[in-house]
């Protein structure tokens, strides 16, 4: 998967949340409440609550996710080992098709560490 592919399931995330922000306001303001809220740090590090969203959006099977809180964990410093420990982690508690989710994140690091002149 190229760097546009990641590119365009984090545009699709911005899309659904402006189209039901539209349709169901009330809802997504309340989420939205919700997500500040709990991303506020306390006796977390936004770091390591971003990593704990990357495991569950990898146990979970969730794509959208997974990328979503690889650039959001990056963002907040995690190195490329803590995200692949972090995936290892939820393979531990869900199994093989977790396992088989280590690809998109393998997919989405490679693809930030070009858009940030990595290797």
């Known amino acids: 998967m190229e760097c546009e592919d990641v ?12 189209t039901l922000g539209k349709q169901h306001p009330k809802e997504i303001s309340a989420f939205s409440r919700f ?19 990357l ?6 099977g969730c794509e959208w996710c997974i990328y979503l809180h690889t650039q ?13 420990e972090a995936g290892l982690v939820a393979v531990l508690m869900a199994g093989g098709p977790a396992l088989m ?3 998109p994140l393998m997919r989405a690091i490679e693809a930030f560490e070009k858009e940030h002149g990595e290797e």
């Open 7 to 18: 590119q365009t399931k984090l545009k699709e995330i911005e899309e659904l949340l402006q």
């Open 55 to 60: 495991a569950l959006g990898i146990a979970a």
């Open 72 to 84: 959001k964990a990056l963002e907040a410093g995690a190195k490329k080992e803590e995200l692949i």
């Open 101 to 103: 989710h280590l690809i």
């Open 35 to 53: 997500l500040r809220e709990v991303a506020e740090t306390k006796a977390l590090t936004t770091r390591e609550k971003e990593l704990i969203a």
